[in-house]
Nanobody
Framework: VHLVESGGGLVQPGGSLRLSCAASGGTFSSFRMGWFRQAPGKEREFVATINRNGDITYYANSVKGRFTISRDNAKNTVYLQMNSLNAEDTAVYYC??????????????????WGQGTQVTVSS
């Protein structure tokens, strides 16, 4: 499975961005999808995840209420709508795909495939 993120960029505090992750080479609807991020000097951290059907989502506390993960299985794409961005959201954002079922979706080790990442910078 090949994952390609897009939509990153520079945004002012309080602004919004929508990230996309296009998948190819596999059956997209059979994967749980997740978003992670890594800020400079920090470890990669969980942001959000969505199940195969797109009806169950989970978020990190730091983004809950501001970010929304969604997916379109017909387009083989997962999205991350990010609102009310602040400087602490500055990071490289990665999408990831997991084949397995279960409850380990908050861990990067749960995921089998990763995109190359897209930079999000929140600055005035």
């Amino acid at each position: 499975v090949h994952l390609v993120e897009s939509g990153g960029g520079l945004v002012q505090p309080g602004g919004s961005l929508r990230l996309s992750c296009a998948a190819s080479g596999g059956t997209f609807s059979s994967f749980r999808m997740g978003w992670f991020r890594q800020a400079p000097g920090k470890e990669r951290e969980f942001v959000a995840t969505i199940n195969r059907n797109g009806d169950i989502t989970y978020y990190a506390n730091s983004v809950k209420g501001r970010f929304t993960i969604s997916r379109d299985n017909a387009k083989n794409t997962v999205y991350l709508q990010m609102n009310s961005l602040n400087a602490e959201d500055t990071a490289v954002y990665y999408c990831a795909a997991a084949r397995r079922l279960g409850s380990g979706w908050y861990s990067q080790n749960w995921y089998d495939y990763w995109g190359q990442g897209t930079q999000v910078t929140v600055s005035s």
